[in-house]
């Protein structure tokens, strides 16, 4: 395992309003029956220390930490001052690797000038702004508190911190129109960001959008038209010297040196370990993989007990892990080496290079790399391997 990165995600499930899209494990106030949100630094460093202490007893060698991502819900919701005293203690109990990359999510309306300045005083490098859409009439339909204008602002605030930034955006929603996605891809490009993350509205079952269309109060969202988002996304993005490199995932071209992809997010589809703090949390630590218990009551009884809070755990065998390799790799520009896909299935390159799916020059040179074409077929392509 020590050839492997090491990185920590710290899972925030509060927010002051549920989307009606999101199925993540999240509550608002009056969900969290018995549990308060002060209380919930105080119980993930203790979950912290035990991760510490756990890794220790298997022999694992002390590695530094590469990577930390605060993600939620929302982290923001929390005090300035709880989300430093988990990184302070992250970095007690492993140590930050120099250079590591420390990123929180945000919602538009949860900070503000001077608690962007005290995240960056206590080491934060990455802020990820949830921006979703610029038009007014989308933001309704997923439930967002913000407003179009408060975005510019705090990418603004954050960048005067010293900060780099990243928006999220979301395309496909019911009732967007094509004018509508490309006025906010053009609103995120006029902020300058450094990154930009765009995902197609998936309709999770249970989710209050869920039941809007079943019930006809919403239209179903148009697969055609969101594959043409994504195409027209891909061009503006280019003419933006923005660079793909996962295929929801675009990172700004400059001549700096610095790093503006999202180094966190590589290590997991890179198959690096990482372990994941909090209610509902994932973990990956060489050929183990699990998850917490859900819900922060539950969650934090066995943590204060010094029990780790698993609610289910398996051992990965090699079948597991050659799934998720090509499942993984495949969605990166970097591509999937041709030596890593199983000899029985090499032969359908030939093909995929015919169907306009994969890179020809990318497969001569030894990786499986998506087209356009083959980036809105991915899970074709992906099936067809594992077959």
Request: aromatic share 8%; glycine share 8%.
């Amino acid at each position: 395992m020590t050839n492997r990165a090491f990185s920590v995600y710290v899972h925030v499930p509060f927010c002051r309003v549920r989307c009606g899209y999101c199925d993540f494990n999240t509550y608002t106030g009056q969900q969290l029956r018995g549990f308060s949100q002060s209380e919930y630094a105080e119980v993930a460093c203790a979950e912290i220390s035990l991760a510490r202490a756990t890794l220790a007893g298997t022999g694992d060698e002390p590695r530094r930490v590469d990577t930390v991502f605060f993600g939620g819900g929302t982290p923001t919701q929390l005090p300035v001052d709880d989300l430093i005293t988990m990184l302070r203690r992250i970095d007690d109990e492993w140590g930050l690797a120099p250079g590591c990359e420390i990123t929180t999510e945000a919602n538009p309306d949860t900070v503000d000038a001077p608690a962007l300045d005290r995240l960056a005083h206590a080491g934060f490098t990455r802020v990820s702004f949830g921006m979703q859409s610029a038009v007014p009439h989308v933001l309704a339909t997923l439930d967002r508190t913000h407003t179009p204008q408060r975005v510019p602002q705090v990418v603004e605030w954050a960048k005067a911190a010293g900060l780099q930034t990243s928006l999220d955006l979301i395309y496909g929603t019911p009732g967007e129109s094509m004018a509508d996605w490309r006025s906010s891809v053009e609103a995120a490009l006029a902020c300058e960001p450094d990154h930009l993350s765009a995902y197609a509205l998936i309709v999770e079952q249970g989710t209050k959008l869920a039941r809007q269309i079943r019930h006809g109060e919403v239209a179903e969202p148009d697969d055609d038209l969101t594959a043409d988002k994504y195409e027209w996304l891909d061009q503006r993005m280019r003419a933006a010297d923005f660079d793909w490199y996962e295929l929801s995932n675009w990172a700004r071209v400059a001549d700096d040196g610095l790093e503006r992809r999202c180094r966190h997010n590589l290590h997991y589809w890179q198959g690096d370990d990482w372990w994941g703090v909090g209610p509902g949390a994932h973990s990956h630590v060489g050929d183990q993989r699990w998850h917490n218990l859900k819900h922060p009551a539950p969650y934090a009884e066995q943590v204060r007990a010094g029990r780790l809070p698993e609610a289910a755990r398996e051992t990965l065998d090699a079948t597991s892990v050659y799934e998720e390799r090509v499942m993984l790799a495949s969605r990166l520009r970097t591509g999937l080496p041709v030596q890593d896909i199983a000899p029985e299935r090499r032969g359908l390159l030939e093909q995929m290079i015919d169907d306009g799916l994969i890179d020809d020059a990318s497969v001569r040179s030894g990786a499986l790399v998506l087209t356009l074409r083959g980036r809105l077929l991915a899970d074709r392509v992906v099936a067809d391997l594992l077959v």
